[in-house]
């Protein structure tokens, strides 16, 4: 009976879990599935509905950012800023705490922490508040991100180049921020920084002198889905004389890898779970774009920002911490597996109580050994953008979309565009096929 009601509590422990964590694969999949369909409104009734299952309360932030994109990418720019607005307060919140000294960390997984989003990503966030202000026609507003957009990049200056790289859009667009807002020196500054890291994509965006009777068009272009991040689990004997090894990824059909894993553990004894985030790719077909102006002109976009890199490097950089922070939970969860063992068996007749303590503790182990993939899954996987001049007036405007080939598989037309004399407009569109 004892052995039963074991049995029973630790399947309790396994299912909860389980249920924890960040939001699925599954739930990412179908969102970017509404995103790649234009149906921006059922993919925010789809972040609404996982707000409390999907995204835990340390991870409200992720589901604000989440939901911030969805909603500008639909046209949404006033509920969007909010959630925007939301984030960077929570973001200087979490920065004024030393979220690192958790010590859940090094005994139970990486999430046991706040999200805290990566570089790029929080240089995003002033992007989306600007172009948010931008549609509502404030330009103070987006003044104000373009300032402190500049400011926390700039305090990134001296780290490794590809961060620099990776923030190249975010440079260059502040920099167009600034100019509408009549800040030369700004400006000047930005683009120069921006030049730097990508020099033949910004050079390519240079234009001469605006014409008389005629406005500029600033085109950004969101295209594609990031790679999406999913847990590999992977089991090491200690007994270093079999040097066993068996992976599992999250995903697979049949049944959880926490729980399969935990299986593993439970029997083997002398082995231990540790989990590490990896990247899976999602395809897209769209990979450039060019606009067509009502008079036949062609401007094609260039590629400012490659977030599937940025992901990469990310992820590189983290390694030596991500990798020392499974070592140390490998070895505090082995040792109380052990002191579990030897508490039960001192303090019990039955000789089978040391080893079921151990195997509890092992399987409990296993089962909340998960890697961190939570991410902003909402971005694409490119920021592409283009800036041209039309006549001053009431425009209808083409974004024309390729694939790898240069074949054209599709079209979006922004319509009645009131491009001012003398002035700029700014637009944005968001694919993901």
């Not at 172009?131 to 300032?147: H, P, Q, R, T």
């Not at 490998?330 to 052990?338: I, S």
């Not at 953008?385 to 006549?391: A, I, N, S």
Request: some cysteine.
């Amino acid at each position: 009976m004892k052995q039963a009601r074991l049995c029973v509590w630790l399947v309790a422990v396994l299912l909860c879990c389980s249920a924890c964590g960040a939001p699925s694969l599954r739930h990412k999949k179908s969102v970017n599935r509404l995103i790649a369909a234009g149906d921006f409104g059922a993919a925010q009734e789809r972040l609404e509905a996982a707000k409390h299952k999907g995204y835990s309360s340390r991870d409200r932030l992720l589901y604000q950012l989440d939901s911030g994109a969805v909603l500008h990418d639909g046209g949404q720019y006033q509920q969007s800023d909010e959630k925007f607005a939301a984030a960077q307060d929570r973001i200087d919140e979490l920065f004024t705490k030393s979220i690192s000294a958790h010590v859940g960390r090094y005994i139970i997984n990486d999430m046991t922490v706040p999200y805290m989003p990566a570089v790029y990503e929080q240089a995003l966030t002033y992007y989306y508040r600007a172009m948010n202000f931008l549609s509502l026609g404030d330009i103070s507003g987006a003044l104000v991100e373009a300032n402190r957009a500049v400011f926390y990049l700039d305090h990134l200056q001296g780290r490794r180049a590809r961060e620099s790289q990776n923030n190249t859009f975010v440079q260059y667009f502040m920099s167009l921020v600034f100019e509408s807002g009549g800040h030369r020196d700004d400006a000047r500054i930005s683009r120069y920084r921006a030049e730097q890291s990508n020099s033949a994509a910004v050079q390519a965006l240079r234009l001469g002198p605006l014409p008389q009777g005629y406005g500029e068009v600033v085109l950004v272009h969101a295209n594609g889905v990031i790679p999406l991040k999913k847990s590999k689990t992977f089991q090491v004997g200690w007994d270093t004389v079999r040097g066993w090894m068996s992976t599992t990824e999250e995903g697979d059909r049949h049944i959880d890898p926490a729980v399969k894993n935990a299986i593993y553990t439970g029997l083997l004894g002398s082995s231990i779970t540790v989990a590490y985030p990896v990247l899976e790719e999602q395809p897209f077909e769209i990979e450039s774009s060019e606009v067509i102006t009502a008079t036949g002109e062609t401007y094609p976009t260039q590629l400012l920002g490659d977030m599937s890199a940025a992901m990469e490097n990310d992820l590189k950089d983290k390694e030596p911490a991500t990798l020392f922070r499974m070592a140390m939970r490998a070895a505090a969860k082995r040792t109380a597996a052990v002191q579990a063992r030897k508490a039960a068996s001192k303090g019990s007749e039955d000789s089978n109580a040391g080893y079921l303590a151990e195997m509890f503790v092992n399987i409990l182990g296993a089962a909340t050994e998960k890697a961190d993939t939570r991410q902003w899954f909402t971005l694409p996987a490119q920021w592409r953008l283009t800036r041209f001049y039309v006549p001053a007036g009431t425009q209808d405007i083409t974004l024309r979309f390729k694939d790898g080939n240069a074949n054209i598989v599709g079209e979006y037309t922004f319509k009645d565009i009131q491009v001012p004399d003398g002035g700029r407009v700014y637009l944005h569109h968001r694919t993901a096929k």
